[in-house]
Each structure stands twice: as C-alpha cells, then as structure tokens.
C-alpha cells in the first residue's frame, strides 16, 4: 500500500510516496521479463488496433499505464506507471498552485537513464540535439549501438553509472549528477528500495512501465511520455501515426497465408534451470499470429510469463519449425552455448532444421521500431514456408550459428 505525507513547496502541494507494497506484490517477477518481445500482459477489453487516425490530437489513446493532460501555459501534468503526478513546467512559466509528486522544467538538460529502452524511445524523436542532454546510463559504451550515446561515453561527456543489480547502484554518483529527471523501469522487486533512496535524497524520478502494456501500439505510445519531458510532444504524434501504420500494413502482408501453411513458432530462454515463455494470450503469442505464425502455446494458457521445465518446454516446442530463443548474441553465441543451457535443444526440429534465432545486440535499444521488428519477424516466418523467401536482410533477429 502507498504511503503519502503531504507538504507544501513554492504554492504547489508536493506529495512524499513511498513504495512499501507496490513492488512486493510483484516481487515474483525476474528481470528476464524483459526479455519479452512484445512485453506485457493480455488484459480484457484490449483496445482495438485500428490506426492512429482519430482526431484525438495528442491524447493518449493506447497506453494504459501512463496519462498526460495539457494545461495552460505550455504546462503538462503526466502520471507515471507508479500513479506519480509529474508537473512538467516551460523554463520562465509559473509553476500553477495543484497537486503533484515532482516538478520537472522542460525541456530536460539532464537525463539519467536507468534503461537502454528509454534511450531507444527519445532516439525515436529523430533530433541528435536531444542526445546533449543524456547525462548517465548504465550501460558501458562497448555495449551500446547508438553512436551518440557510445561517443559521449567514451569522451566523459556521459558518465557510467554501473546497476549490476538494483541494490549496486551508486546513489552518491547519482546525487553528485544531479539529474533534472531519473527515468527508471519498474522491472526488479529491489526498486523500491531504490525509490525510496531517490526519495531522501530528493531526487527527481519518473517511472516507466512501457514493457508491461498489452500491445504493441500501447507500448510505443510511451514515446509521448518521453517527449513531454522535451516539449517534443508534436514530433512524438508523428512518429507515433507514421509506426503504426506502416505496421498495419505490414500485418496485411501475412493475410494471405492459410491457416494450415502457418509455421509453428516457440519462443523462450533458459535461466537457472527453468524456461521462461511467453503465454498463449501475451503480446508475443498475439504478434506472431499476426505475421502469420502458429504460436507453440494456445489462447487460455496466460497473457504473462510462464516459469516451466526445459522438459516441459521440450514436449510442447520440439516440433516448432522455428526456435526464437529470447536472448542476446552476446550471451548465447552460438550452438554449443544454447546445448549448455540444456541439451534437450539438440532434438528440437528447428534445431536440427537450422532455424534457431537470437536477438541483435540493439533489439532493446531501439524500442520504439516496433515495425521494423515486425518486418523481421515477417522475414524469418515467411523463410520458413514453401515457396517463399525472406524478404531483405534481419535487423533485429540474428540465426544462431554453429
């Protein structure tokens, strides 16, 4: 349960949160989630996929975890996936008398950004300019593919800040940075405390849950929720039409497909002993049906997360055409790393068929390229069928070599 203490600042009413239930009732949850696809879970009453073409202006009409209001005088209220009101005030405007958790001037000079997802979504603005004000990661430069990020880095213009584990991180680095805005995940169960640090040290955070959406439109649409914090808001609208619908039409390139020419694909990765997959009813499972895949898992067996065993995984994906396994290139390399994780993967058909597939070091990076990473998905099914080749070169995918 949420804990307020209320205080009064500058003519606004500043609230002082603490976390002390919100992430206990997720602390089953693993930072491989993130490694889902088209993360999030299915939830009833999905809104529908028809196009950004209302004349909703630049409301948000997808994203479920995440609002933003227009105020007067160029000023914007955005609630934060953990229901924090974050008032987003112009440089020289008068910050209005309401009630709000922080206030932010815009557009932010100094960012620390907690994940390479949230970087990908202000990549997405298209304005290398927004890249000045990228004041740390925690992410080292040889692990970036984002050039400006990688040469501010490496020149000191970005500082460091090593997050091994929610628990590692170097608050004093953090406070001596003196960011105007954290923007952080939720992700493992240790981030409240690390929230509740942010807190007394009276530092400025927003928290971002884009992952945990229940499409792939929702997840994108947080692009809004960075560019508010730049006053990019008209650019983000943009990107935001112009993704979607290049992506509507690329889902009807796999219309044609009859039903029983569809590949079955699986997808999963191994960690500790136990796969985690996606469920029959989750983002993934939905965005394979799309590009005209059969997913391993049937509709009814869960929108989130499922934890089996390597056998059970083997009983339900050996006869998949094609093996997704949700990992990078840098931690399973090649086929004797993916036999390390088990040895049952040497009987799977799209194993023996040299249809395994790993993530590109840079499918978290660009986030937002939600198309692109469809267009590739479209690619590897469509390889799989008689008759039909892939249709251009993988940007996000890469086959496991030998």
Not at 174 to 188: E, Q, S
Request: with cysteine; aromatic share 10%; net charge negative.
């Amino acid at each position: 349960m949420m804990v307020a203490e209320t205080t009064k600042h500058g003519g606004i009413i500043m609230k002082k949160k603490g976390n002390t239930g919100f992430f206990a009732e997720r602390a089953g949850l693993l930072l491989l989630l993130v490694c889902a696809f088209w993360s999030g879970c299915a939830k009833k009453g999905e809104r529908e996929e028809a196009g950004a073409t209302d004349s909703d202006g630049l409301a948000v009409r997808y994203a479920r975890h995440f609002s933003l209001d227009y105020l007067p005088d160029g000023v914007k209220l955005v609630t934060d996936y953990d229901g924090r009101r974050c008032l987003l005030v112009p440089e020289g405007a008068k910050v209005p008398p309401m009630e709000a958790d922080l206030i932010v001037r815009t557009p932010v000079r100094r960012g620390f950004f907690m994940s390479t997802t949230h970087v990908g979504l202000l990549e997405a603005l298209g304005d290398e300019g927004l890249y000045d004000s990228v004041a740390a990661v925690t992410i080292p430069a040889e692990e970036w593919v984002i050039g400006p990020v990688t040469d501010g880095l490496r020149s000191g213009r970005i500082q460091y800040i090593a997050q091994n584990n929610w628990g590692s991180l170097d608050i004093e680095a953090v406070i001596r940075l003196r960011p105007d805005i954290i923007f952080a995940g939720t992700v493992n169960p240790g981030a409240g405390d690390i929230f509740a640090r942010f807190d007394e040290a009276g530092l400025n955070y927003a928290v971002l849950g884009e992952w945990l959406e229940d499409s792939n439109y929702a997840s994108l649409e947080w692009i809004k929720f960075i560019a508010a914090f730049y006053n990019r808001d008209d650019k983000a609208d943009a990107v935001f039409r112009r993704q979607t619908a290049r992506l509507d039409g690329l889902v009807k390139l796999a219309a044609d497909i009859p039903e029983d020419e569809m590949p079955l694909v699986a997808c999963g990765s191994v960690y500790g002993g136990v796969v985690y997959a996606q469920g029959g009813d989750s983002v993934t499972a939905r965005e394979y049906r799309k590009a005209g895949g059969r997913y391993f898992l049937e509709e009814g067996t869960g929108g989130g997360t499922l934890r089996i065993t390597p056998e059970e995984f083997f009983d339900k994906a050996r006869d998949a055409d094609i093996l997704i396994y949700n990992s990078m290139i840098r931690y399973t390399p090649d086929k004797a790393a993916l036999l390390a994780e088990s040895p049952l993967f040497s009987l799977f058909k799209a194993f023996k068929s040299d249809r395994v597939y790993v993530l590109s070091p840079g499918y978290y990076m660009n986030s937002a390229k939600i198309d692109v990473k469809f267009e590739d998905t479209l690619s590897v099914f469509r390889s799989a069928l008689p008759g039909r080749d892939a249709h251009g070169k993988l940007t996000f995918y890469e086959k496991l070599p030998d």
